[in-house]
Structure formats: C-alpha cells, structure tokens
C-alpha cells in the first residue's frame, strides 16, 4: 500500500514534522510504503481562473509551468493521500492552499472537456494548530470534505496537535500515541473500504 504525504508547512523541522515522526514510523512498522513530499520544494503558483485546463482533453491542461501536476501525478499515484499542514487563519498553508486550488485541472467539469485525471483517491488531514482542535480544525476540515465530494475522492478523517509551547507540545507521549493510533485507524479504513473502492 502506498501512502503520499504533503506536507505543506514552511518549515522542515516544524511543528508538523515533528508530528509526522510517530505516524510515519508506524505506517512503515505496518509495512506501507511512503511518498513525502515537502511543497515548500516545489513551485506551485496560484490558480489563474482563466479556464484552459477546462478545454484540454486528458491532461492536466494549465498554462502555467510550474510544479503542481508534477505534486498532483504522484499524490494520484497513492492509495491514500495524507495533507499534513499547520492551520493558519484557520486554513491551511499559502503553499497548500495554491495546490488545492490548482485540483481544477484534475476534474473536466466546465468546458469542453471531460473527465477526471485522478477518479478515485483517500485523502486525510494531519494538522497542527493553536486553538482548540475543532474551532481550528473546522473551516479546513470542512473545504476538504467538500472538495473530496466534488472530485469524488473518500475522506478518511483528521488527527491534530495543539501548539501551546511548541515542539513540546508535539512531543508528549498523548501526541505520539495519537499519531500512531491514527496511522492504525487509516490502515483500518483503507482495508474496509479496499473492495468497494
């Protein structure tokens, strides 16, 4: 089984990778195969609105050169993507949110094409946050559900950490078990959800 994982926050050893560690390590222990991605590596500009991606028929179709198909190919490739993120303004990442906004070329719902580039993928959310986990979970938790709806795609669920005092927080022995009780839960789900899929 393969697992993509995005991670969208600016830093490499932040909050959110730190909270990776423990759902990583268990997902490998339970014998998956793993895809990181670091976005701040990539190039992923903002959507244009402009509609070509909409009259290209069977590929990705943007005007812009940059790398999101080249994140979206391989996030497509997954059994289960997993976007990892910080919650800033009660959303994700500037970074993360160019990416999801850039999904529009995976779906030919509006022009003369047709057609989905990705048709069937899981998706999951692992965020960290400074509020309390569902009023800063929510709007994001919410775009992704209704995202995961409109391109057909399974929502599997979210698991997060609340930031008080940094890298501690991440690091208490609650935070670690979450993490790897949530790796054990996606697993679960993806071996249920394995025939109808």
């Not at 992923?44 to 990705?60: A, E, H, M, R, W």
Request: charged fraction near 25%; aromatic fraction near 10%.
């Amino acid at each position: 089984m393969n697992i993509c994982i995005i991670n969208g926050s600016p830093r490499r050893n932040g909050n959110t990778a730190e909270v990776l560690k423990p759902f990583c390590a268990r997902l490998l222990e339970l014998g998956t195969e793993l895809d990181e991605i670091f976005l701040m590596d990539y190039t992923v500009s903002p959507c244009l609105g402009c509609y070509t991606c909409q009259n290209i028929q069977d590929k990705y179709g943007c005007v812009q050169q940059d790398d999101a198909w080249k994140v979206w190919n391989r996030a497509g490739r997954a059994d289960l993507l997993v976007l990892a993120t910080p919650i800033y303004s009660w959303y994700c990442t500037s970074h993360m949110k160019a990416l999801l906004d850039r999904h529009y070329g995976l779906n030919k719902y509006y022009g003369t094409a047709e057609g989905q580039l990705i048709p069937k993928l899981r998706v999951a959310l692992l965020t960290t946050h400074g509020y309390k986990a569902d009023y800063a979970n929510d709007p994001f938790e919410t775009g992704i559900q209704r995202l995961c709806r409109h391109c057909h795609w399974d929502y599997l669920g979210l698991y997060s950490v609340r930031d008080i005092d940094g890298l501690p927080d991440m690091q208490t022995p609650e935070a670690i078990e979450g993490a790897e009780k949530f790796a054990e839960e996606l697993m679960e789900k993806m071996n249920v959800s394995r025939e109808t899929f």
